[in-house]
């Protein structure tokens, strides 16, 4: 393989076709018993990248490192996503057919794994069906499939799956998961928990961002008011004069109103601000 191609950095998006041969070409690997765990990362991925290439039929930009960042969020992604399906499938629910569980997956880990700062919350689309449906009824890939998905109470086995290759190497887990018990209700409430948790946070911060905005009013005519109550009638017409002494006495009777400012004395001169 040319090392030209393998030092070019990746400058488009993949494509479904790359995708997918991604994702045979680690199926290959992965599963060639002569890959020992003795070997490199770096050895791995070169012969990722080859099988890669030669399921393609022909030679790309992409290198073994681009690779392995590629497959790493490919991993990611439909590791978490077959938590969903998984949880769904198990529990069998009465008169389901594949496709229904499929949406339902797709449904709660687009609610789910939506950003929680975004505003509005956003859906999570799940990007990477056409390489879960190579990966799904794999071996290899089932049996190290993330764990991070399964619910909490998951008995994890006591005797690790033997292995003629160490997956960690090629980016995927190596602890399997277990099926869990949960009822589809409970699973759906758990949901709504978490969605109910991020539509109160941000309305949380939405009340926040309110009572700053009116702080900074509240702020801004004060200093306007003490402006005017500052206002000199040293060389104003009498017209002027008395505008600005209309303006002064209703920001008078307003703080009076408000208990802000005391009645005064008749003798008194000046007006007794109370902050």
């Given at each position: 393989m040319e090392i030209e191609n393998q030092r070019k950095?990746?400058?488009?998006?993949?494509?479904?076709?790359?995708?997918?041969?991604?994702?045979?070409?680690?199926?290959?690997?992965s599963g060639d018993a002569v890959v020992g765990r003795d070997q490199k990362s770096t050895k791995l991925?070169?012969?990722?990248?080859?099988?890669?290439?030669?399921?393609?039929?022909?030679?790309?930009?992409?290198?073994?490192?681009?690779?392995?960042?590629?497959?790493?969020?490919?991993s990611h992604d439909v590791s978490k996503f077959c938590g969903y399906y998984n949880k769904i499938g198990r529990l069998n629910p009465s008169g389901w057919n594949d496709q229904m569980i499929l949406d339902e997956a797709k449904q709660q880990y687009g609610e789910i794994e939506g950003p929680l700062q975004a505003k509005p919350m956003q859906f999570c689309k799940f990007k990477f069906e056409h390489c879960w449906k190579l990966l799904k009824d794999s071996p290899k890939w089932n049996d190290h499939v993330l764990v991070r998905n399964t619910s909490k109470g998951c008995k994890k086995p006591s005797?690790?799956?033997?292995?003629?290759?160490?997956?960690?190497?090629?980016?995927?887990?190596?602890?399997?998961?277990?099926?869990?018990?949960?009822?589809?209700?409970?699973?759906?409430?758990?949901?709504?928990?978490?969605?109910?948790?991020?539509?109160?946070?941000?309305?949380?911060?939405?009340?926040?961002?309110?009572?700053?905005?009116?702080?900074?009013?509240e702020q801004k005519t004060l200093r306007e008011e003490m402006?005017?109550?500052?206002?000199?009638?040293?060389?104003?017409?009498?017209?002027?004069?008395?505008?600005?002494?209309?303006?002064?006495?209703?920001?008078?009777?307003?703080?009076?109103?408000?208990?802000?400012?005391?009645?005064l004395d008749p003798y008194e001169k000046n007006y007794d601000f109370n902050f």
């Amino acid at each position: 393989m040319e090392i030209e191609n393998q030092r070019k950095t990746r400058k488009t998006n993949y494509s479904q076709v790359e995708d997918e041969a991604l994702v045979k070409a680690w199926l290959h690997i992965s599963g060639d018993a002569v890959v020992g765990r003795d070997q490199k990362s770096t050895k791995l991925w070169l012969r990722v990248l080859e099988s890669f290439h030669q399921i393609l039929g022909r030679v790309t930009e992409r290198n073994a490192q681009g690779l392995q960042n590629r497959w790493q969020a490919i991993s990611h992604d439909v590791s978490k996503f077959c938590g969903y399906y998984n949880k769904i499938g198990r529990l069998n629910p009465s008169g389901w057919n594949d496709q229904m569980i499929l949406d339902e997956a797709k449904q709660q880990y687009g609610e789910i794994e939506g950003p929680l700062q975004a505003k509005p919350m956003q859906f999570c689309k799940f990007k990477f069906e056409h390489c879960w449906k190579l990966l799904k009824d794999s071996p290899k890939w089932n049996d190290h499939v993330l764990v991070r998905n399964t619910s909490k109470g998951c008995k994890k086995p006591s005797n690790p799956p033997s292995q003629a290759i160490d997956l960690d190497d090629l980016g995927t887990p190596s602890t399997p998961s277990t099926p869990c018990s949960i009822p589809l209700d409970e699973f759906k409430s758990m949901d709504h928990e978490h969605n109910q948790e991020k539509l109160e946070a941000k309305k949380k911060s939405e009340e926040e961002k309110l009572e700053a905005k009116k702080r900074r009013a509240e702020q801004k005519t004060l200093r306007e008011e003490m402006k005017v109550m500052r206002q000199s009638m040293v060389g104003l017409t009498p017209e002027q004069a008395a505008y600005w002494k209309l303006q002064q006495s209703l920001i008078v009777e307003r703080y009076k109103a408000n208990g802000f400012l005391r009645d005064l004395d008749p003798y008194e001169k000046n007006y007794d601000f109370n902050f």
